[in-house]
Structure formats: C-alpha cells, structure tokens
C-alpha cells in the first residue's frame, strides 16, 4: 500500500469519525421541522421563517444565538445537494462533508498499472477496478448497529463485505456499481464494510467470505448464497426475503373486507397491475409504509378481479394506486402509469398516508399528526377526541369525523384525531386541569411546544354523548359542535392568543407493538428462513444420513422387542414358559444367605474382614442344625441389609479345636480346658477380625440371665468352683451324662435361642462383653 492510499484510508477514517459525533448531536430535519423527503422550496421556507423567529436581533431567549446558528448550519448541510446526499446516506454532517470534499481522487487509478488485454483488446474487455466505490460506501460496526439496524425496519439494506487485497472483489466492482443504480431508485439502501477492519461484523451478519452480499430487513441479516449477481437473481433473492403477509391478493370477493379493515388505523392501498407477480418497487413501498398503510395487490389480467376494474374504472394496461382512508366508495388519491417512478409513489403515500380521523395509538403517529412546533405564528393544532373502544362511541367518532371532512382549514395548521382513554390513560391524566373528572367524550385542543410540552384547552361547552343526541338530528349535532370547534380554533390560531393551561407528557404507549406470542411466531419464521438460507447440500445429505440411521435403530429394535414377545407367547402356549420360571425359582439365592465356617473359609470371614465387619456364627453340630439353623435366621433376618456384617454357622465337630482355643486364648489360662461339646450347641459368637475381640450369646450364660457385669470375675469363680452343677456342664471335667441328671433346670434344644434376638440389640448398642485376644487361633481340618 503507497502513501497515497494511507492518507486516503485516514481522511476516510476521519470523515466517518467526525460523522459520528456530529450526527449525534443534532439532526438537520428535526431543526428545520421537516422529513426527509422535503423538497428544497420546503427547506427554504422553513430556514426563513425560523431565521426571522431567532434571529438574536429580535429574540431575548437566552439560547436564540446558538438555535440560530444550528439552524443555519442545518439549512447550509440540506440546500447542498451533495452534502444533503452524503447525510442521507451516512449521516456525514457540516463538518464531515468539508473533510469529505477535500480528498483526493482515487478513482482513475488502477491496481496494476497496465494490463495486456487492455492493450490487445481494449478498455470494454477490461474489468472495472474503481475501488474508490466501495470507499464511499464503507461504514463502521457501530454505524451498523446504531443507524442501519433501525432504518432496516422501513427500508432494506445491502451490505458488500470487500477487502482490498481480495482480486475477486475488485472484478465485481462494477457489477455492484450496476447493483447500486438498479436498486437505489426503488429504495434499497447499499453500505460496504471493509473486512480488514470490521472481522466482527462479517461474522455477525453470517458471511463467510468475501466478496459477500447481505440483505439486512428490520435488524435481520440474509446472506446471498447465489454465485451471480445479475440483478434479477437479487430482485428474486429480495422479494423471497420480503415478509410473508406484505403482499395479500385481493379479488373480487375480499375486496370489501379488505377496505373495510381500517379499524387498524391504516389506510388502504390498492395497487393493480397487468401482471401475477408484484414488482420490486411496491413490495418496497408497501415495507416502507407497513406501520401506516395496508397493501393489496390487484392481478388486471385475472377474472376474479373484474368487478374491481370496473367499480374504480381502472386501465388493465396500466399500473393503477389508489388510496382510500375510511369511505371505500371513492379512492382519496389515483394515479395510472405504465411504470410509476419510486419518488411519485412515495410523495403520493406521504400526502395520504393518515385516516381522515386517525387514532393516536403511538408517539410516532403523534409525531407525525402533532410535531412540535415553538413558533407561535405557526403553531399546529391538534383536535383530540377521548372515547373508548366501544360500539357505543361509534356516533361520537362519526361525528367528528363528518367534521374533518368538512373542515376548511389545512392538515398542516389543524388535526383532527381520537385516542382511547383506557389504552393511554397517562396521557389523558397528564391534561386533568380545565375538564371535570370524567373526560369521556370530550374534546381537547393541543399545541406541543416541545417534545414533552404542550399548551392544551378544553371545550367544555359541547360533548357528543349518543343519550344527549338522540332527541335533536345528527346534522343538527354536528353543525353545532363544528359551529364551537371552528370558533375556538380561528381563536386559538392568532398570534396573540394562547392556550389556556401548560402540561408535560409522557410518550404514548405503542398498541400496536407486537406481543409475546407474535414475537416468537416471526423469530420461528426468521429460524426457518436461516436455515433454509444457510444449509447446503452436503449439509442435507449428512442430516439425511443421520435421520436414517436413527429411523433403522428404531426399527431394528422395535422389530428384535416384537420377536421376543412373539417367541414369549409361543414358549407360554407350548408349556416351556411355566418350567423355565420353576427353574429361575429354584436357583434363586435368597437375600440373607448363612455361609459355613469351615477351615477354608476361615480367612475371608474372621481374620481377613475389613475394619468395621463383624461376622455372627451359630455353633451347632448335626442332629441340631435343621431344628436351630431356622430361627437363628428369623433373629438375624432384620439385620440382613447391613453390608459390614457376615452370618454364618459352624459344626462344632469340625471347629471344637478352634473353639477350645479361643476360650482359652479370652481366659488367659495356659492349661487347656476341658469343654463339653454337647453343651457348646446354640452359642453365638459374634467376631470382629480386624480388632480382634469376640461377644458370646449362649442361654446359660451369665451375660444372657443377668446383663453384664463382672463377666471375667464370674467366669473364673465358675472354674474355681468346681461344685457347681453349671459349672460341670460347661467346663466339664470328665463330665458324663450322669451330670445332666443332677441339673435343677431342663434347657431343650428348641429354647437354646429365645434371647438371642435380645442379645442382638445389645451387641448393637454396645453394651454386651467383648472378649480381646492376642491373635486367632488357627481352624485345623480333621
């Protein structure tokens, strides 16, 4: 990149920095009064009686010279056509545009300074390299969102991605050139972004490369996906972007309800044409005007349109608009031409786009119906109705209306209009002084000095109550309400006189803001749309593979679920199912299963169990196993859910060594003791392997008769005592079955565990005997 090229890219950046903060702080249209479609003898109007008003020579306001002076430079910025074109279309202002004038031209250099096809063939085979173009056109990311994204809403943007170093770009340079001149005289607006410096904005708009073509329609972005860009593949590209319900068809059979919708406050325009498809230039029209005008479109060529040609005599040739506000009979405005240029259907629209008696159901209507207007010679009244929405106040609006018709002062100067009371109820409390309490259908003069200020008088003396009217005749009510309302306007629109009393208002409420519902059902069509716009070919296959392949797991799976009950009914019709379920029965493990203690289980269930396990065996031998097996299992049945604990039971015949032992090893005693086996059956031991300590249940046992206490002293006195009948039948020495006979008390073996479920809630708590020792004797196998 050369000098020249930098110092035009910073007088660029310079002119759309400038612009920015300029274009903040005032806007020249909104000074002067005026829309953006005032001619320049409107401008010069405006500018002289503004200028003669604050002149600070015959103003004292104390901000005179400085309204001065932004009227001026406003009216200086629009009667420059250039600059007035700059503003429009990027809101250069004063300053910018003499930043603007000064750079230099760029345009008749090339990016290569010669071309050997130029020299062979000459200069029409040549691609157009002016890239000067999209330099003009380039805006900014924070332009975007705070001027293009809201100007979507009324008019539709086309936005080029370029780059400078894209050779592709610079070949299409002049196809946009003819882009730009085919579609801006419809309307469409055109920008450029420079991807280089605006990478954020590419991504967000949805483009991938460049160059790109994005159409931007009330703040959402489409990306064209076409490889050419031949305006009728645009036009095409357009129109399917176009909301869905902008171009109804009328015929001969909806035509009175279409005329008839105006409730909505819009009028109705019909655009007829020799044609079934709508052109560009009225779907961009009808875009334009959406929230003020309702469009349908007329097929001339159609036979279900000739009643309509006929009832308006309508040339079939010709493109025919015709505007009508409330009386469908006789259109307000016509106008018939072959090809009717975008600036007479505007100027056409902007004339007529309000009801004879329109509501204020937003602050832009009231804007439009009552702009604020600080001069006194020229101030604008405005003649407000308050109703409700009710069939009872159709006479009331009516009767005003008939008024509107028939007054003979200008739209510019008077007014007329209705509001509903319960939908802005702020704006009628706002005007509470000069009216009594209820201020249904009665009528209010305004003037709005400013934007929140207005000067307002009520005219008491009248109302157009149905009840008041039905005993005089509706011409006799009209003429004397007109007869009052005329009288205090020609009063009111003196210099000299003033409104009565002042208030400040707040904006209107929007009625016709879109709700919760509408606004999910349009981003649902904006989804659709999106991903309609943006899914590709190899997109489609890959979603069709997937869809499939999940479509054949689902009927892979439904098939093999039908085999299975299919072969499950079979199975249960032949007889094989009931055998197969006998089968599963007997091989069910039951949830509290007692396991043996024998010499190879020994490890896993006492010495290797895991800190906090306990294992609980049941010693008997093999005559009393079945008889004391089943309620040892009904006692530690509630126990079966606890995971750190092991059940179990153990012949005495193959453990009386290991126990002997363990006795032993509890006891402290070297000497071997001499146990009874017999007498051994229905103990419980409930062993904790990690801290190596053990409880005992028996039914002779001290601990089960009288609760623990002394359990070491009491069992040595025991072996101390030799006399003791007990004492010879647990530690028998040498005992007999003689000694049986010589027991006071009889224990059958059916009795051995009837404290065992007691004992169980102890061990539990805590609170039975626990016998330590030193280390666990070894189970040998006989």
Not at 567 to 587: D, F, I, M, T
Not at 589 to 595: A, N, S
Request: glycine share 4%; hydrophobic share 35%; proline share 3%.
């Amino acid at each position: 990149m050369n000098y020249k090229q930098i110092h035009f890219a910073f007088v660029i950046l310079q002119i759309f920095y400038f612009g920015r903060i300029c274009g903040e702080v005032y806007n020249p249209y909104k000074i002067l009064g005026l829309n953006r479609h005032a001619t320049s003898q409107e401008i010069r109007r405006a500018y002289k009686q503004l200028a003669k008003e604050w002149h600070p020579d015959k103003n004292d306001h104390p901000e005179a010279e400085s309204n001065f002076i932004q009227i001026k430079q406003a009216f200086e910025l629009l009667s420059d056509s250039e600059r007035r074109h700059i503003y429009d279309q990027h809101g250069i202002t004063d300053e910018d545009s003499y930043l603007y004038k000064q750079r230099h031209d760029y345009s008749h250099y090339k990016r290569f300074s010669s071309d050997p096809l130029e020299e062979l063939f000459g200069k029409q085979f040549y691609f157009d390299y002016d890239v000067s173009f999209y330099h003009k056109l380039t805006i900014t990311t924070q332009y975007y969102e705070q001027t293009i994204i809201s100007k979507s809403k009324f008019a539709p943007y086309i936005i080029i991605f370029y780059s400078d170093w894209c050779f592709r770009c610079n070949r299409l340079v002049g196809t946009f050139k003819k882009l730009t001149e085919t579609f801006e005289p419809l309307g469409i607006e055109f920008a450029t972004v420079n991807v280089a410096l605006e990478q954020q904005l590419l991504r967000r708009t949805g483009a991938t490369d460049v160059p790109s073509l994005v159409l931007v329609l009330n703040g959402h972005c489409f990306v064209y996906r076409g490889s050419s860009y031949m305006p009728h593949n645009i036009i095409e590209f357009i129109r399917k972007k176009m909301p869905y319900n902008l171009a109804p068809k009328v015929q001969d059979d909806t035509i009175v309800g279409f005329l008839s919708g105006w409730i909505d406050n819009r009028i109705r325009c019909l655009v007829v044409e020799p044609r079934n498809q709508t052109r560009l230039r009225y779907l961009i029209a009808a875009y334009a005007f959406q929230q003020r005008v309702a469009f349908g479109f007329v097929n001339a060529n159609s036979n279900y349109c000739k009643q309509i040609l006929q009832r308006y005599q309508v040339h079939p040739h010709l493109d025919t608009l015709l505007l009508f506000n409330e009386d469908s009979e006789r259109p307000i405005a016509s106008i018939s031409m072959s090809n009717i240029p975008t600036e007479t259907l505007n100027n056409i629209i902007l004339s007529n786009q309000y009801l004879t008696l329109p509501r204020l159901s937003s602050q832009d209507i009231l804007e439009g119906l009552c702009p604020a207007e600080w001069n006194r010679p020229r101030k604008r009244l405005c003649i407000i109705l308050v109703t409700e929405n009710s069939k009872e106040h159709n006479f009331a609006r009516e009767a005003l209306r008939n008024i509107a018709r028939r007054s003979e002062y200008k739209t510019e100067r008077v007014r007329f209009a209705y509001i509903f009371k319960e939908k802005q109820i702020d704006f009628i409390n706002s005007l509470s002084r000069g009216s009594s309490d209820d201020k249904l259908l009665r009528i209010v003069i305004l003037w709005r000095r400013d934007t929140s200020r207005v000067k307002y008088e009520w005219i008491n003396d009248i109302t157009l109550n149905k009840r008041f009217a039905d005993n005089q005749s509706l011409d006799h009510v009209i003429n004397q309400t007109k007869y009052q309302i005329d009288s205090t306007i020609q009063r009111l629109l003196k210099t000299s006189e003033a409104l009565t009393y002042e208030a400040f208002i707040k904006n209107l409420l929007d009625e016709h803001a879109q709700d919760f519902i509408n606004k999910w059902i349009s981003k649902i069509f904006y989804i659709f749309d999106y991903i309609i716009d943006n899914i590709e070919e190899e997109h489609i296959l890959a979603t069709i593979s997937l869809l499939g392949t999940i479509v054949f797991m689902f009927a892979v799976g439904y098939a093999m679920v039908y085999l299975v009950k299919a072969e499950e009914e079979s199975l249960k019709a032949k007889g094989k199912l009931s055998s197969n379920v006998s089968l599963k029965q007997s091989r069910y493990i039951p949830e509290l299963k007692l396991h043996e203690l024998r010499a190879e289980k020994y490890n896993g269930m006492v010495r290797l169990l895991k800190p906090g396990c306990r294992t609980i065996v049941l010693i008997t031998d093999l005559k009393t196993r079945p008889k004391l097996i089943p309620p040892f299992h009904k006692a530690v049945w509630p126990y079966r859910r606890t995971k750190t604990l092991i059940f179990g039971h153990m012949l005495i015949e193959k453990g009386f060594s290991w126990y002997s032992e363990l006795l032993r090893l509890s006891l402290c005693e070297s000497k071997n003791l001499q146990i009874n086996p017999r007498n051994c059956v229905g103990t419980v031991l409930a062993l904790n392997g990690h801290r190596k300590y053990f409880c005992m249940y028996h039914a002779k046992h001290p601990e089960s008769d009288r609760g623990a206490k002394g359990i070491e002293s009491m069992t040595r006195q025991l072996i101390e005592r030799q006399d003791d009948s007990e004492t010879k039948i647990f530690f028998a020495n040498g005992g007999t079955d003689e000694s049986d006979d010589s027991e006071p008390r009889i224990l059958l073996e059916e009795n051995l565990l009837e404290g065992l479920s007691n004992w169980l809630d102890r061990l539990f708590e805590g609170t039975t005997h626990r016998y330590y020792i030193n280390y666990w004797p070894e189970f040998f196998t006989k």
